[in-house]
């Protein structure tokens, strides 16, 4: 098959980003996994880790459980390049919820990412996507006798 034309594209080259699971975080019944991601080789601040689990209490719905929803979910600090992003996901039934957030780096403000911007980065979506097996494998794939613990305590494995 001939190679189809590509526009030459503006951005650098794709290098691995250390992504790790820090922690699990529980606030008001919701229990929640705690990741990040840093583009400076390292895991990402304290302060950016400190306010993605803050949105996460003020943005997640509430009650925690109800209307498809168990109490579970994920969150992604993103030290990139360019600012730093918050990613919060929750599962309902078999739909993933997902809220992005942006700020300039550094910076404690948050603001939500509008409708019809950025979704995800790809080292984000490598999250998600172990995220989505994971619920699948401990949650869907037996609807007769789930395990949260066993989905809670699957984290994603850099590398």
């Known amino acids: 098959m ?3 034309p590509i526009q030459q594209l503006d951005i650098l080259p794709y290098r691995p980003r250390l992504t790790s699971c ?12 705690v990741y990040g991601i840093s583009a400076k080789g390292r895991q990402p601040g304290v302060g ?5 689990c803050g949105l996460a209490e003020r943005e997640f719905p509430r009650p925690a459980m109800g209307e498809g929803r168990q109490g579970v979910g994920f969150v992604i600090a993103h030290e990139g390049e360019e600012g730093d992003w918050v990613l919060l ?15 300039s780096s550094g910076a404690a403000e948050f603001t939500a990412v509008p409708p019809g911007e950025p979704t995800a980065c790809v080292w984000e979506l490598a999250v998600i996507d172990h995220e989505r097996r994971a619920w699948i494998r401990h949650v869907l794939a ?3 006798s789930p395990s949260l613990a066993l989905y809670l305590d699957d984290r994603f494995q850099d590398g």
């Open 142 to 144: 037996s609807p007769q």
């Open 22 to 33: 820090l922690r699990l975080h529980e606030f008001d019944k919701w229990r929640v996994k």
């Open 48 to 52: 950016l880790v400190e306010a993605a």
């Open 89 to 103: 996901d929750w599962w309902t039934a078999d739909l993933l919820r997902h809220r992005a957030f942006r700020s």
């Open 2 to 4: 001939p190679e189809l």
